[in-house]
Every structure is written in C-alpha cells, then in structure tokens.
C-alpha cells in the first residue's frame, strides 16, 4: 500500500466517502475504523498527531485495520467496498486539485512585476 500524505482535510473527505459508501455506518464508527486505517488506535490520538489544519503525515494506511474496526463495532461490509471509498476519496481531491489549477488560470503571474 503506498504512503499517503495526511492532513485533517484529508481525513475529513475520507470520512464522507466511508459514509458514502457505507451510510450504516455511525459517524463515530467512522472515525474510529479511519483511525484505525491510518495506524492510530483512537481518533483522538490521530487527531492529536494532526494539530492544525497544515499539519501534513506520511502515513502507510492499513485497509485491513479499517475493516477489523468497523467489524468489532458491529459492521458487516463488503471488502471489495472499501476500494470504491478508496477511489472515491481519491477523485475528491483530483477535483479539488483541478479546481484549484482552474482558479489559478485566470490569475496574472506576478513574476515579471517591477
């Protein structure tokens, strides 16, 4: 699994994607079963390990840590479900990215200023 770089955002988009996917699943459990996925054993903890907004981590996520969290709160889902939230975030930001490049295009460079 690749290294992904984290920031509260990121686990903020993440989270509606799980819960896009899997709308059963309790907004709390949620967060647990995404702390989990990122290698901490509590949301707090890897809240703290995310101070503020700018804050960024590279971390090795653990799909099969999510599915054992959601599983020891109750949740039955689908393993192969976890991969449409996977690429489902991964969209999110691609657009979010292209949305930004959009509203840079009609902005002057300001490199040849005086």
Known sequence: MPVNDIKRDTVTL????LRTIWPTVKSSHADEAIAA????????ALLSALP??????KIEPS??????RLEDLGYR???SDLDRVVRL???????????NFHRMAGQ?????TP
């Open 108 to 112: 002057t460079a300001n490199d040849n």
């Open 52 to 57: 503020d907004e700018a804050a960024v981590h």
């Open 89 to 99: 975030s991964h969209a999110e930001i691609l657009g979010r990215i292209s949305e």
């Open 63 to 68: 799909p099969s840590a999510l599915l054992a």
């Open 77 to 79: 889902v689908a393993a």
């Open 37 to 44: 996925y990122y290698g901490f054993r509590t949301h707090a």
């Open 14 to 17: 993440f989270k509606r994607c």
